[in-house]
């Protein structure tokens, strides 16, 4: 009997603890409109890209703090581009492109944060999405 309760436990735990890893990003419901640093309209089953100023020679990259709000968008990619006038200086800039396909009708948040892996933050940017 004990042998018969052993599996499914382990299994529960370690769903649990996978589910408890997802839930470290937190799902942004609303940000005021002053913490806005863009707001995109876009149609369903349209292409958005959002492009954020970057440096990775600084050490630091734009990474999507906030969990997608499930099923509204879904990322397709995320790129860094060089800037063509720095493209032969070493160290030069660019941006992030990052590419979301709609997929359903709604509202949500995006947090960006501009950091290092040791976990210092240079900047932020909120962005609102409606998808119509």
Same mark, same amino acid.
């Given at each position: 009997m004990t042998k018969k309760l052993i599996i499914p436990v382990i299994v529960l735990i370690v769903l649990f603890a996978m589910q408890s890893c997802d839930s470290q990003k937190v799902v942004l419901k609303d940000v005021p409109e002053s913490k806005l640093d863009n707001t995109y309209?876009?149609?369903l089953n349209d292409t %958005? =890209? !959002?492009k954020l100023s970057s440096n990775p020679s600084t050490g630091y990259k734009w990474k !999507?703090?906030? =969990?997608i709000k499930p099923g509204i968008i879904k990322e397709i990619s995320n790129e860094f581009v060089k800037e063509e006038k720095t493209m032969n200086m070493v160290g030069g800039g660019g941006?992030? %492109?990052w590419t979301f396909s709609t997929k359903k009708t709604g509202i949500l948040f995006l947090h960006f944060k501009y #950091?290092? #892996?040791d976990g =210092?933050? =240079?900047? #932020?940017k909120y962005i609102k999405i409606e998808v119509k």
């Amino acid at each position: 009997m004990t042998k018969k309760l052993i599996i499914p436990v382990i299994v529960l735990i370690v769903l649990f603890a996978m589910q408890s890893c997802d839930s470290q990003k937190v799902v942004l419901k609303d940000v005021p409109e002053s913490k806005l640093d863009n707001t995109y309209t876009v149609n369903l089953n349209d292409t %958005l =890209k !959002i492009k954020l100023s970057s440096n990775p020679s600084t050490g630091y990259k734009w990474k !999507i703090a906030s =969990k997608i709000k499930p099923g509204i968008i879904k990322e397709i990619s995320n790129e860094f581009v060089k800037e063509e006038k720095t493209m032969n200086m070493v160290g030069g800039g660019g941006y992030d %492109l990052w590419t979301f396909s709609t997929k359903k009708t709604g509202i949500l948040f995006l947090h960006f944060k501009y #950091e290092r #892996e040791d976990g =210092k933050i =240079k900047n #932020e940017k909120y962005i609102k999405i409606e998808v119509k």
